[in-house]
């Protein structure tokens, strides 16, 4: 059995602890404050990161260094026979596009994913990930198999501001976002990693409702495909903690039985959703 690293980036949004546990390498997003480069969880904290958004900082997000990412795969080959590399949607970033051309020189050693996901859908995929490798599968193989699925997890997002969207420019429909209308929440769906706008309702508490129908016929679609241990249901929020707690107990009484898992929103989706925002998905592993 080949001994198999697994690398992805800071926008699944894997835990410290967890990384630790599944034996996951990360490679920090690079973002800019003013101008001033800055790496997640290294030299830019999600506090100060908020902070630069409130103050009317100019922030703009870049793929991870391809010379860092480098360097993690060589002193990885070192010790392990493959590397497999899920980076983010490659809708939202380049660093799959990178990842992959550079991955051309090794010799078939380090597989590239196409994962079309972010957030706890895309550390739902790289944990999968290390389940496949401990079944025995090569790298090539556990890319195929992920890539097969890749499509079958959709996040619902609403948003505190739309002065966010507006800003990102980064959003099909973008038109229709056009000035704050007072009360009126869009619900961004993030599928495939293209945020798109899927419909638009008045309050918030109309909004986190429409979602959980959406959400309901989502798992309905993959209990009809997958076994129920497959299907998984998160929330994710960027400064609405409180709030994800108190949805998470409304969630427990429309899905029984299943674990909600929680999450921060990744730093990336923050700069075009910001602050308040509050979402959940369903995804299969």
């Given at each position: 059995m080949k001994k198999i690293a697994i690398v992805t980036d800071s926008n699944s949004g894997i835990s410290p602890e967890d990384a630790q546990q599944y034996g996951i390498q990360v490679l920090p997003m690079i973002f800019y404050v003013d101008g001033q480069e800055c790496r997640e969880g290294i030299s830019l904290t999600e506090e100060e990161f908020f902070d630069a958004l409130n103050q009317g900082a100019q922030v703009s997000t870049s793929q991870p260094s391809t010379a860092e990412m480098i360097e993690l795969w060589e002193k990885l080959l070192k010790s392990y026979d493959q590397v497999l590399h899920v980076p983010m949607s490659k809708v939202l970033s380049g660093g799959y596009s990178a990842a992959l051309a550079v991955s051309e020189e090794y010799g078939g050693r380090v597989q590239v994913v196409d994962s079309r996901r972010i957030s706890l859908t895309q550390v739902s995929m790289v944990r999968h990930a290390r389940k496949l490798a401990e079944?025995?599968?090569?790298?090539?193989?556990?890319?195929?198999?992920?890539?097969?699925?890749?499509?079958?997890?959709?996040?619902?997002?609403?948003?505190?501001?739309?002065?966010?969207?507006?800003?990102?420019?980064?959003?099909?429909?973008?038109?229709?976002?056009?000035?704050?209308?007072?009360?009126?929440?869009p619900i961004i769906q993030l599928k495939g990693g293209l945020l798109e706008l899927h419909e638009k309702v008045r309050g918030r508490k109309k909004a986190k409702k429409a979602m959980e129908e959406l959400l309901a016929e989502d798992?309905?679609?993959?209990?009809?495909?997958?076994?129920?241990?497959?299907?998984?249901?998160?929330?994710?929020?960027?400064?609405?903690?409180?709030?994800?707690?108190?949805?998470?107990?409304e969630m427990q009484k429309l899905f029984p039985g299943k674990e909600i898992e929680m999450a921060v929103l990744p730093l990336n989706i923050c700069c075009h959703v910001g602050p308040g925002t509050i979402g959940a998905g369903v995804y299969v592993d």
């Open positions: 079944a025995g599968m090569d790298a090539a193989q556990i890319k195929e198999k992920l890539e097969e699925r890749a499509l079958d997890a959709t996040i619902y997002l609403t948003v505190e501001s739309l002065k966010y969207l507006k800003k990102g420019g980064r959003i099909s429909g973008a038109g229709a976002l056009a000035g704050d209308i007072l009360n009126i929440k798992y309905k679609r993959f209990s009809a495909q997958y076994p129920a241990e497959s299907i998984h249901i998160g929330i994710a929020q960027a400064r609405a903690g409180e709030e994800a707690l108190e949805w998470k107990e």
